[in-house]
T-cell receptor, first 116, second 115 residues
Framework: DGGITQSPKYLFRKEGQNVTLSCEQNLNHDAMYWYRQDPGQGLRLIYYSQIVNDFQKGDIAEGYSVSREKKESFPLTVTSAQKNPTAFYLC???????????????FGPGTRLTVL | AQTVTQSQPEMSVQEAETVTLSCTYDTSESDYYLFWYKQPPSRQMILVIRQEAYKQQNATENRFSVNFQKAAKSFSLKISDSQLGDAAMYFCAYRSAGIADKLIFGTGTRLQVFP
């Protein structure tokens, strides 16, 4: 089945530790995105990547890092510099094809990160 | 910068009735897209309906329709014949027609459906 997978579903981290959230897609999509969801705040963009080996900061990139070495994969690392990392993290992808074409973003099932 | 506002944190509707969720946005752009996403308890984001700003005709998808008022920067979602499965968080989102496919989300409206 084609889709987006995120692992793990639940993740616990001790303060001061880095942790990496996995996002994989087999939809052959060019673009991938990471969002953070907090109660009462909707989704906010952390990082996005439109092609392999390239990515841009979103609105709340501080304390996070990403890589895009393969088209299918866009892992997100939550570093110890992120002061309030407890949240729900959603990965998305879309068949990016340029400025004037609409491309639907498809979302993964999410990862719930809790800092202990 | 663009912003999206959903002023109704919670709404409720009786099964088979109609409910309207409100969304307003602020932008200086003339070309953009607007969306409604549904997030059920599973937390999977599902696209409900989308509207291109250059289209005057309101989008419709089965029981879901929008009232797009470009001048007023308003984009409401109407759910007709509400079903128990419609209970979810609903997010309004904006996307510029620019190169980056970034979505800007509102804070969401929780919809409860009563039998």
């Amino acid at each position: 089945d084609g889709g987006i997978t995120q692992s793990p579903k639940y993740l616990f981290r001790k303060e001061g530790q880095n942790v990496t959230l996995s996002c994989e897609q087999n939809l052959n999509h060019d673009a991938m995105y990471w969002y953070r969801q907090d109660p009462g705040q909707g989704l906010r963009l952390i990082y996005y990547s439109q092609i392999v080996n390239d990515f841009q900061k979103g609105d709340i990139a501080e304390g996070y890092s990403v890589s895009r070495e393969k088209k299918e994969s866009f892992p997100l690392t939550v570093t110890s510099a992120q002061k309030n990392p407890t949240a729900f993290y959603l990965c998305a992808s879309s068949p990016y094809s340029g400025r004037t074409t609409y491309n639907e973003q498809f979302f993964g099932p999410g990862t719930r990160l809790t800092v202990l | 910068a663009q912003t999206v506002t959903q002023s109704q944190p919670e709404m409720s509707v009786q099964e088979a009735e109609t409910v309207t969720l409100s969304c307003t946005y602020d932008t200086s752009e003339s070309d953009y897209y607007l969306f409604w996403y549904k997030q059920p308890p599973s937390r999977q984001m599902i696209l409900v309906i989308r509207q291109e700003a250059y289209k005057q005709q309101n989008a419709t998808e089965n029981r879901f329709s929008v009232n797009f008022q470009k001048a007023a920067k308003s984009f409401s979602l109407k759910i007709s014949d509400s079903q128990l499965g419609d209970a979810a968080m609903y997010f309004c989102a904006y996307r510029s027609a620019g190169i980056a496919d970034k979505l800007i989300f509102g804070t969401g409206t929780r919809l409860q459906v009563f039998p």
